[in-house]
């Protein structure tokens, strides 16, 4: 029987605890478990290899991607450093030039000196992507929306280009999530997550994943889970498991909160450009509307000022947090040139578009009226405005405005 998504985030893979009744999966917390016989198991003989929490969590991840496999990690970039695994000194590798300053760094600084080349293109846009290919091409790695300047990627186009010359297409569908966007079923080979962002989704666990429908592919990934072992614990799978009953959710809230916010910060003085799909001014707004249910939780922008008002701006926030990462019930604030991007060389960042006064921020599900009152307070601190409307009648406006999108 086939069930929707909200249905599946609680109870795929987690059935009821048979001994107990226990309506919550249990934490299986051991390292090792009693064998039969010399290898007759019952199904786990090492945490590193399998764990029952972990198998739940996997099940689960895969049902919401509309994947059959699922593989759980423990980061982000651990799961990253998987797909990496699968190459060889010699191996090619397509990348968008907007990527996430830790996959970029694994990337040049890691396997770049193993004899693993990589390029960096403009990933809008097909025919680039297209002409980067080599013969010797094994990935193509795409993040939509990207990190940090939310570019939009026609991931069936796209992929069906990789396909057609035998190439894997990685997703990292971090920022989209599996509610808002299932890339697999848009022609994907492997789909990665950071499930510490919005599947955990309250900033208390570390944790990755690979979702894949090859089964070929997934055996190759799971050798290099077992074997190099970066696994995540008993404990960090339950958590990211108690994230995805409340994904749903938690996400319309985020999407909601950021589209006021976006919305706001594009109608004010002193910002120069907001990055975020769900303007009809992105560029990319078309293919959001297109492939995802909505446009996530992620808005980055520019102020005037340039880097100097942009780091006043990050240190006079009062309810956004200053901090690394995304997609916490909390709201948080980033700058990328100092935190997530910092290990990109300063002249990559800025060919690339990400100037060293971009803010880019994560909404939580707070009120929103709060989040745009504490952001307009930190937009004037140093340079007030007068006779302008009150910032929380301005954020009832433009929420209004907007309404619930189609």
Not at 223 to 250: E, M, W, Y
Request: charged share 20%.
């Amino acid at each position: 029987m086939s069930y929707a998504f909200d249905t599946l985030a609680i109870h795929a893979g987690q059935p009821n605890d048979e001994g107990t009744g226990s309506v919550t999966f249990p934490i299986h917390q051991t390292s090792t478990f009693g064998q039969e016989a010399p290898g007759v198991n019952k199904g786990y003989c090492y945490s590193r290899t399998g764990n029952p929490t972990r198998s739940a969590l996997e099940a689960n991840l895969a049902a919401l991607e509309g994947g059959r496999f699922g593989l759980a990690f423990a980061s982000g970039l651990a799961a990253v450093n998987t797909v990496l695994n699968l190459l060889k000194s010699g191996d090619h590798v397509v990348a968008g030039r907007d990527l996430y300053g830790g996959s970029y760094r694994i990337f040049t600084k890691v396997y770049g000196k193993l004899g693993i080349e990589f390029s960096f293109v403009d990933i809008t846009r097909v025919a680039e992507v297209e002409a980067a290919l080599r013969p010797n091409t094994r990935l193509l790695w795409l993040e939509s929306p990207s990190n940090p300047l939310l570019q939009l990627v026609d991931l069936a186009a796209t992929a069906a280009v990789a396909r057609a010359h035998g190439i894997w297409t990685v997703v990292d569908n971090t920022f989209a999530t599996p509610y808002l966007q299932q890339p697999l079923a848009l022609g994907a080979d492997i789909v990665l997550q950071s499930t510490t962002k919005y599947l955990a989704g309250h900033s208390d666990v570390i944790g990755g994943a690979l979702i894949t429908n090859d089964e070929a592919l997934y055996a190759d990934l799971k050798f290099h889970q077992n074997a190099v072992g970066a696994i995540p614990g008993p404990q960090d799978c339950f958590l990211v498991l108690r994230g995805t009953k409340t994904l749903s959710v938690r996400m319309e809230r985020h999407c909601a909160n950021a589209r006021a916010v976006a919305a706001f910060l594009d109608e004010h003085p002193r910002v120069q450009r907001v990055y975020f799909p769900g303007l009809p001014s992105h560029p990319g707004h078309d293919i959001a509307v297109r492939q995802m249910r909505d446009f996530g939780g992620v808005i980055s922008f520019e102020l005037k000022g340039g880097v100097d008002e942009a780091k006043a701006f990050a240190s006079s926030v009062r309810l956004w947090t200053l901090a690394e990462s995304l997609g916490s019930v909390k709201s948080l604030l980033c700058h990328p040139a100092t935190m997530t991007h910092a290990s990109v060389e300063p002249e990559v960042r800025r060919r690339n578009g990400i100037s060293d006064g971009l803010i880019r921020l994560s909404a939580g599900i707070e009120d929103v009226r709060d989040l745009t009152s504490d952001l307009e307070q930190a937009l004037l601190v140093h340079a007030p405005v007068r006779g302008r409307e009150d910032s929380r009648g301005r954020a009832e406006r433009v929420s209004d405005a907007l309404g619930a999108r189609p």
